[in-house]
Protein backbone atom coordinates (compact mmCIF):
# COMPACT_ATOMS: atom_id res chain seq x y z
CA UNK A 1 0.00 0.00 0.00
CA UNK A 2 1.67 2.99 -1.03
CA UNK A 3 -0.31 6.41 1.54
CA UNK A 4 2.26 8.36 1.02
CA UNK A 5 0.37 11.43 -0.68
CA UNK A 6 -2.66 10.57 1.90
CA UNK A 7 -3.58 13.06 4.19
CA UNK A 8 -6.23 14.52 6.48
CA UNK A 9 -8.01 18.06 6.34
CA UNK A 10 -8.78 18.30 9.97
CA UNK A 11 -11.82 20.84 10.18
CA UNK A 12 -13.30 21.99 13.34
CA UNK A 13 -13.80 25.35 15.39
CA UNK A 14 -10.71 26.34 17.31
CA UNK A 15 -13.27 27.96 20.15
CA UNK A 16 -14.44 24.24 20.56
CA UNK A 17 -10.98 22.95 20.85
CA UNK A 18 -10.06 25.54 23.49
CA UNK A 19 -12.85 25.03 25.42
CA UNK A 20 -12.42 21.32 25.49
CA UNK A 21 -8.30 21.86 26.58
CA UNK A 22 -6.97 21.44 23.11
CA UNK A 23 -8.20 18.15 22.85
CA UNK A 24 -9.60 17.81 19.32
CA UNK A 25 -6.21 18.99 17.92
CA UNK A 26 -4.48 16.22 20.24
CA UNK A 27 -7.12 14.00 18.78
CA UNK A 28 -5.75 14.94 15.00
CA UNK A 29 -2.46 14.01 16.40
CA UNK A 30 -3.73 10.30 17.89
CA UNK A 31 -4.84 9.73 14.44
CA UNK A 32 -2.33 10.61 12.70
CA UNK A 33 0.23 8.21 14.96
CA UNK A 34 -2.04 5.51 15.30
CA UNK A 35 -2.16 5.52 11.37
CA UNK A 36 1.63 5.26 10.75
CA UNK A 37 1.71 2.76 12.59
CA UNK A 38 -0.89 0.66 11.36
CA UNK A 39 0.32 1.30 7.69
CA UNK A 40 3.93 2.17 8.24
CA UNK A 41 2.86 5.71 5.82
CA UNK A 42 2.35 9.19 7.14
CA UNK A 43 -0.98 10.54 7.09
CA UNK A 44 -0.50 14.20 7.13
CA UNK A 45 -2.92 16.34 8.63
CA UNK A 46 -3.86 19.65 7.78
CA UNK A 47 -5.15 21.40 10.57
CA UNK A 48 -5.98 25.16 10.40
CA UNK A 49 -8.73 25.79 8.09
CA UNK A 50 -7.95 29.52 8.27
CA UNK A 51 -4.20 29.44 6.76
CA UNK A 52 -3.42 29.39 3.17
CA UNK A 53 -1.62 26.67 3.08
CA UNK A 54 -4.99 24.72 4.50
CA UNK A 55 -6.88 26.22 1.64
CA UNK A 56 -4.12 26.10 -1.29
CA UNK A 57 -3.28 22.45 -0.15
CA UNK A 58 -6.98 21.36 -0.57
CA UNK A 59 -7.75 23.05 -3.57
CA UNK A 60 -4.86 21.62 -5.17
CA UNK A 61 -5.69 18.00 -4.30
CA UNK A 62 -9.00 18.37 -5.36
CA UNK A 63 -8.49 19.82 -8.34
CA UNK A 64 -5.70 17.38 -9.33
CA UNK A 65 -8.21 14.82 -8.95
CA UNK A 66 -6.46 13.25 -5.79
CA UNK A 67 -9.23 13.17 -3.62
CA UNK A 68 -8.55 9.38 -3.70
CA UNK A 69 -5.80 9.96 -1.06
CA UNK A 70 -7.54 12.56 1.04
CA UNK A 71 -9.88 13.02 3.90
CA UNK A 72 -11.84 15.50 5.31
CA UNK A 73 -12.72 15.10 8.60
CA UNK A 74 -14.91 17.52 10.36
CA UNK A 75 -15.49 17.42 13.70
CA UNK A 76 -19.09 18.27 14.60
CA UNK A 77 -20.78 20.31 17.46
CA UNK A 78 -23.43 22.64 17.25
CA UNK A 79 -21.00 25.42 16.69
CA UNK A 80 -19.22 23.56 14.04
CA UNK A 81 -22.34 24.12 12.29
CA UNK A 82 -23.06 27.65 12.98
CA UNK A 83 -19.17 28.19 10.94
CA UNK A 84 -20.17 29.14 7.93
CA UNK A 85 -16.45 28.22 6.55
CA UNK A 86 -16.94 24.57 8.25
CA UNK A 87 -20.10 24.35 6.31
CA UNK A 88 -18.77 25.76 3.47
CA UNK A 89 -15.39 22.67 3.41
CA UNK A 90 -18.27 20.50 3.87
CA UNK A 91 -19.98 21.18 0.86
CA UNK A 92 -17.25 21.71 -1.46
CA UNK A 93 -15.29 18.02 -0.63
CA UNK A 94 -18.34 16.49 -0.76
CA UNK A 95 -19.45 17.60 -4.65
CA UNK A 96 -15.90 16.72 -5.02
CA UNK A 97 -15.97 13.40 -3.57
CA UNK A 98 -19.14 12.52 -5.54
CA UNK A 99 -17.63 13.64 -9.02
CA UNK A 100 -14.92 11.13 -8.56
CA UNK A 101 -17.68 8.33 -7.12
CA UNK A 102 -15.40 8.50 -3.44
CA UNK A 103 -17.73 9.85 -1.15
CA UNK A 104 -16.75 7.52 1.42
CA UNK A 105 -13.98 9.90 2.03
CA UNK A 106 -15.74 12.72 4.04
CA UNK A 107 -15.61 10.66 7.35
CA UNK A 108 -17.25 13.02 9.89
CA UNK A 109 -16.78 12.61 13.44
CA UNK A 110 -19.78 13.41 15.94
CA UNK A 111 -17.78 15.01 18.31
CA UNK A 112 -20.47 16.86 20.71
CA UNK A 113 -24.20 16.06 20.36
CA UNK A 114 -25.88 17.57 17.38
CA UNK A 115 -29.40 16.12 17.89
CA UNK A 116 -30.66 16.78 14.41
CA UNK A 117 -27.75 14.61 13.64
CA UNK A 118 -28.47 11.62 16.58
CA UNK A 119 -32.38 11.79 16.32
CA UNK A 120 -33.61 13.63 13.06
CA UNK A 121 -35.28 16.49 12.41
CA UNK A 122 -38.19 16.04 14.76
CA UNK A 123 -40.17 18.71 13.54
CA UNK A 124 -36.82 21.22 13.20
CA UNK A 125 -36.30 22.77 9.51
CA UNK A 126 -33.96 21.09 7.86
CA UNK A 127 -29.72 21.53 7.93
CA UNK A 128 -28.83 20.57 4.74
CA UNK A 129 -25.25 20.08 5.96
CA UNK A 130 -26.47 17.56 8.67
CA UNK A 131 -28.14 16.07 6.21
CA UNK A 132 -24.96 15.76 4.15
CA UNK A 133 -23.20 14.71 7.35
CA UNK A 134 -25.71 11.36 7.80
CA UNK A 135 -25.41 10.17 4.79
CA UNK A 136 -21.59 9.19 5.74
CA UNK A 137 -20.51 6.52 8.51
CA UNK A 138 -20.06 9.29 10.90
CA UNK A 139 -17.74 8.44 13.88
CA UNK A 140 -19.53 8.76 17.38
CA UNK A 141 -17.02 10.63 20.18
CA UNK A 142 -19.53 12.23 22.07
CA UNK A 143 -19.12 9.83 24.88
CA UNK A 144 -15.69 9.53 24.29
CA UNK A 145 -14.10 12.54 24.57
CA UNK A 146 -15.11 12.51 28.28
CA UNK A 147 -12.86 9.17 28.46
CA UNK A 148 -9.52 9.99 29.87
CA UNK A 149 -6.90 10.37 26.87
CA UNK A 150 -5.14 7.80 28.07
CA UNK A 151 -7.43 5.26 28.98
CA UNK A 152 -7.76 2.05 27.13
CA UNK A 153 -11.12 2.97 25.73
CA UNK A 154 -9.87 5.50 23.95
CA UNK A 155 -6.49 4.36 23.02
CA UNK A 156 -8.93 1.51 21.74
CA UNK A 157 -11.04 4.48 19.91
CA UNK A 158 -8.03 6.29 18.33
CA UNK A 159 -7.00 2.69 16.94
CA UNK A 160 -10.40 1.73 15.19
CA UNK A 161 -10.50 5.35 13.79
CA UNK A 162 -7.17 5.18 12.29
CA UNK A 163 -7.83 1.47 11.04
CA UNK A 164 -10.76 2.93 9.19
CA UNK A 165 -8.86 5.33 7.37
CA UNK A 166 -6.17 2.80 5.98
CA UNK A 167 -9.39 0.32 4.92
CA UNK A 168 -10.96 2.94 3.11
CA UNK A 169 -7.58 3.63 1.37
CA UNK A 170 -6.77 -0.07 0.90
CA UNK A 171 -10.38 -0.66 -0.51
CA UNK A 172 -11.95 2.19 -2.03
CA UNK A 173 -12.35 1.57 -5.91
CA UNK A 174 -10.29 4.08 -8.30
CA UNK A 175 -11.67 7.60 -8.75
CA UNK A 176 -14.20 7.51 -11.57
CA UNK A 177 -14.24 10.98 -12.98
CA UNK A 178 -17.47 11.65 -14.85
CA UNK A 179 -17.12 10.55 -18.11
CA UNK A 180 -17.97 12.69 -20.96
CA UNK A 181 -18.19 11.95 -24.95
CA UNK A 182 -17.42 14.22 -27.42
CA UNK A 183 -20.46 16.03 -29.23
CA UNK A 184 -20.59 14.15 -32.22
CA UNK A 185 -20.19 10.59 -30.64
CA UNK A 186 -22.86 8.49 -30.79
CA UNK A 187 -22.14 6.08 -27.48
CA UNK A 188 -25.58 5.51 -26.29
CA UNK A 189 -24.17 4.41 -22.98
CA UNK A 190 -21.81 7.92 -22.48
CA UNK A 191 -23.80 11.36 -22.30
CA UNK A 192 -22.40 13.67 -25.02
CA UNK A 193 -20.50 16.59 -23.94
CA UNK A 194 -23.75 19.00 -24.35
CA UNK A 195 -25.94 16.02 -22.73
CA UNK A 196 -24.49 16.46 -19.46
CA UNK A 197 -25.03 20.27 -18.97
CA UNK A 198 -28.47 20.17 -20.14
CA UNK A 199 -29.80 19.99 -17.08
CA UNK A 200 -27.93 22.70 -15.47
CA UNK A 201 -28.45 25.02 -18.29
CA UNK A 202 -32.36 24.46 -18.19
CA UNK A 203 -32.00 25.13 -13.99
CA UNK A 204 -29.48 28.16 -14.50
CA UNK A 205 -32.60 30.93 -15.14
CA UNK A 206 -34.52 29.59 -11.89
CA UNK A 207 -31.44 29.43 -10.05
CA UNK A 208 -31.33 33.05 -10.49
CA UNK A 209 -35.14 33.97 -10.10
CA UNK A 210 -34.77 32.06 -6.51
CA UNK A 211 -31.94 33.88 -5.82
CA UNK A 212 -33.68 37.65 -6.50
CA UNK A 213 -36.86 36.65 -4.89
CA UNK A 214 -35.37 35.46 -2.07
CA UNK A 215 -34.36 39.35 -1.77
CA UNK A 216 -37.65 40.23 -2.20
CA UNK A 217 -38.47 37.87 0.38
CA UNK A 218 -36.22 40.01 2.82
CA UNK A 219 -38.26 42.67 1.98
CA UNK A 220 -41.99 41.39 2.79
CA UNK A 221 -40.59 39.77 6.22
CA UNK A 222 -39.19 43.39 6.85
CA UNK A 223 -42.35 45.39 6.30
CA UNK A 224 -44.43 42.90 8.26
CA UNK A 225 -41.75 43.30 11.05
CA UNK A 226 -41.59 46.92 10.83
CA UNK A 227 -45.60 47.11 10.88
CA UNK A 228 -45.68 45.16 14.22
CA UNK A 229 -42.84 47.01 15.89
CA UNK A 230 -45.28 50.19 15.44
CA UNK A 231 -47.96 48.15 16.54
CA UNK A 232 -46.57 47.20 19.48
CA UNK A 233 -45.71 51.02 20.70
CA UNK A 234 -48.68 52.21 19.26
CA UNK A 235 -50.52 49.34 21.77
CA UNK A 236 -47.86 50.09 24.91
CA UNK A 237 -48.65 54.11 24.48
CA UNK A 238 -52.42 53.47 24.76
CA UNK A 239 -51.86 51.07 27.51
CA UNK A 240 -52.76 47.71 26.17
CA UNK A 241 -49.97 46.03 27.81
CA UNK A 242 -48.90 42.30 27.63
CA UNK A 243 -52.19 41.76 25.58
CA UNK A 244 -51.82 44.25 23.82
CA UNK A 245 -48.57 42.67 22.87
CA UNK A 246 -50.04 39.46 22.03
CA UNK A 247 -52.59 40.16 19.82
CA UNK A 248 -49.78 41.85 17.20
CA UNK A 249 -47.81 39.03 17.58
CA UNK A 250 -50.75 36.87 16.83
CA UNK A 251 -51.27 39.37 13.64
CA UNK A 252 -47.89 39.16 12.82
CA UNK A 253 -47.78 35.08 12.61
CA UNK A 254 -50.99 34.91 10.76
CA UNK A 255 -49.67 37.41 8.03
CA UNK A 256 -45.78 35.55 7.31
CA UNK A 257 -47.77 32.02 7.64
CA UNK A 258 -48.04 31.72 3.85
CA UNK A 259 -44.52 33.62 2.96
CA UNK A 260 -42.74 31.65 5.02
CA UNK A 261 -44.20 28.49 4.02
CA UNK A 262 -43.27 29.45 0.04
CA UNK A 263 -40.01 30.84 1.03
CA UNK A 264 -39.19 27.35 3.03
CA UNK A 265 -40.29 25.61 0.01
CA UNK A 266 -38.08 27.51 -2.53
CA UNK A 267 -35.05 27.32 -0.53
CA UNK A 268 -35.51 23.30 -0.10
CA UNK A 269 -36.31 23.37 -4.20
CA UNK A 270 -33.15 25.42 -4.72
CA UNK A 271 -30.46 23.34 -2.35
CA UNK A 272 -31.84 19.96 -4.10
CA UNK A 273 -31.25 21.31 -7.51
CA UNK A 274 -27.79 22.62 -6.43
CA UNK A 275 -26.37 19.77 -4.71
CA UNK A 276 -27.82 16.96 -6.97
CA UNK A 277 -26.14 18.82 -10.70
CA UNK A 278 -23.07 19.88 -8.11
CA UNK A 279 -21.28 16.52 -9.13
CA UNK A 280 -21.82 16.67 -12.72
CA UNK A 281 -20.65 20.62 -12.82
CA UNK A 282 -17.31 19.75 -11.32
CA UNK A 283 -16.83 16.86 -14.01
CA UNK A 284 -17.78 19.06 -16.05
CA UNK A 285 -15.72 21.29 -16.01
CA UNK A 286 -12.87 19.10 -14.95
CA UNK A 287 -13.19 17.39 -18.16
CA UNK A 288 -13.30 20.75 -20.20
CA UNK A 289 -9.43 21.52 -18.06
CA UNK A 290 -8.48 18.06 -19.58
CA UNK A 291 -9.48 17.26 -23.14
CA UNK A 292 -9.33 18.87 -26.44
CA UNK A 293 -12.49 20.37 -27.50
CA UNK A 294 -14.28 21.33 -30.90
CA UNK A 295 -14.36 24.89 -31.63
CA UNK A 296 -18.52 23.93 -31.10
CA UNK A 297 -18.19 22.48 -27.73
CA UNK A 298 -15.64 25.39 -26.68
CA UNK A 299 -18.79 27.83 -27.49
CA UNK A 300 -20.94 25.70 -25.41
CA UNK A 301 -18.77 25.80 -22.62
CA UNK A 302 -18.33 29.61 -22.78
CA UNK A 303 -21.46 30.52 -23.02
CA UNK A 304 -22.51 28.13 -20.14
CA UNK A 305 -19.46 29.63 -17.81
CA UNK A 306 -20.92 33.23 -18.81
CA UNK A 307 -24.29 31.70 -17.02
CA UNK A 308 -22.47 30.25 -14.05
CA UNK A 309 -20.79 33.64 -13.60
CA UNK A 310 -24.15 35.54 -13.46
CA UNK A 311 -25.48 33.35 -10.77
CA UNK A 312 -22.09 34.28 -9.10
CA UNK A 313 -22.64 37.62 -9.76
CA UNK A 314 -25.95 38.14 -8.57
CA UNK A 315 -25.91 35.83 -5.62
CA UNK A 316 -22.97 37.07 -3.79
CA UNK A 317 -24.19 40.41 -3.96
CA UNK A 318 -27.53 39.29 -2.12
CA UNK A 319 -25.70 36.95 0.37
CA UNK A 320 -24.53 39.53 2.76
CA UNK A 321 -27.59 40.93 3.05
CA UNK A 322 -29.21 37.73 3.39
CA UNK A 323 -26.84 36.34 6.21
CA UNK A 324 -27.49 39.94 8.42
CA UNK A 325 -31.30 39.19 8.00
CA UNK A 326 -30.86 35.89 9.16
CA UNK A 327 -28.98 37.27 12.36
CA UNK A 328 -31.45 39.76 13.09
CA UNK A 329 -34.11 37.09 12.46
CA UNK A 330 -32.29 34.50 15.23
CA UNK A 331 -32.34 37.41 17.09
CA UNK A 332 -36.05 38.12 17.00
CA UNK A 333 -36.78 34.41 17.74
CA UNK A 334 -35.58 34.53 21.04
CA UNK A 335 -38.30 37.57 22.02
CA UNK A 336 -41.50 35.28 21.36
CA UNK A 337 -42.15 31.49 22.40
CA UNK A 338 -45.27 31.96 19.35
CA UNK A 339 -43.04 33.13 16.52
CA UNK A 340 -40.11 31.24 17.20
CA UNK A 341 -40.92 28.16 15.05
CA UNK A 342 -41.23 30.58 12.22
CA UNK A 343 -38.11 32.65 12.39
CA UNK A 344 -36.35 29.42 12.55
CA UNK A 345 -38.17 28.21 8.87
CA UNK A 346 -37.09 31.52 7.67
CA UNK A 347 -33.69 31.14 9.46
CA UNK A 348 -33.40 27.65 7.56
CA UNK A 349 -34.77 28.54 4.08
CA UNK A 350 -32.16 31.81 4.39
CA UNK A 351 -29.53 29.30 5.06
CA UNK A 352 -29.70 26.77 2.13
CA UNK A 353 -29.46 30.11 -0.18
CA UNK A 354 -26.19 30.76 1.95
CA UNK A 355 -25.14 27.39 1.20
CA UNK A 356 -25.74 27.50 -2.16
CA UNK A 357 -23.15 30.17 -2.55
CA UNK A 358 -20.25 27.67 -1.76
CA UNK A 359 -21.40 25.57 -4.43
CA UNK A 360 -21.51 27.79 -7.42
CA UNK A 361 -18.48 29.55 -5.77
CA UNK A 362 -16.45 26.36 -5.86
CA UNK A 363 -17.49 26.58 -9.87
CA UNK A 364 -16.44 29.88 -10.04
CA UNK A 365 -12.88 29.40 -9.09
CA UNK A 366 -12.86 26.19 -10.82
CA UNK A 367 -14.11 28.22 -13.97
CA UNK A 368 -11.46 31.30 -13.61
CA UNK A 369 -8.59 28.41 -13.62
CA UNK A 370 -9.21 27.22 -17.72
CA UNK A 371 -8.10 28.22 -20.40
CA UNK A 372 -10.61 28.20 -23.21
CA UNK A 373 -9.17 30.33 -25.71
CA UNK A 374 -9.52 29.29 -29.35
CA UNK A 375 -10.49 25.65 -27.76
CA UNK A 376 -6.71 24.53 -27.32
CA UNK A 377 -6.16 21.93 -24.94
CA UNK A 378 -7.08 22.86 -21.15
CA UNK A 379 -5.51 23.12 -18.30
CA UNK A 380 -6.32 23.42 -14.59
CA UNK A 381 -3.33 24.61 -12.74
Known sequence: MANVE????????????????????????????????????????????????????LRMRLDSALTGTTFLIPVVTPKFLKSQECRREVIKFAGHAASLGLEELLLPIHYANVPQLAQGTDGEPADEVVELIARRKWVDWRELRLEDEDSPAYRQAVHKLALRLAEIIETAPPAMPVEVAPS??????????????????????????????????????TEATTWATAEMEASDSRGGGFAGRMRVTEELSSRLAEPVRNVDALGSKYWAELAAIDPGIIGFIRHAAENDLSVEDTQVTQDFFKEIKQLVRVSSTTISQLQEFSDSVGVAARTSSQLRPTFRTIQAAVQKVIDGQAVVDEWSRMIDEVDLEGGDKLTLT
Open 6 to 57: SAGFWSYTHRDDQLDGGRIVRLSERIASAFEIITGEPLEIFLDEKSIEWGDT
Open 184 to 221: GQNDEDTPGFIEVMAQAEEALPAWLDTVQQFAEFISTI
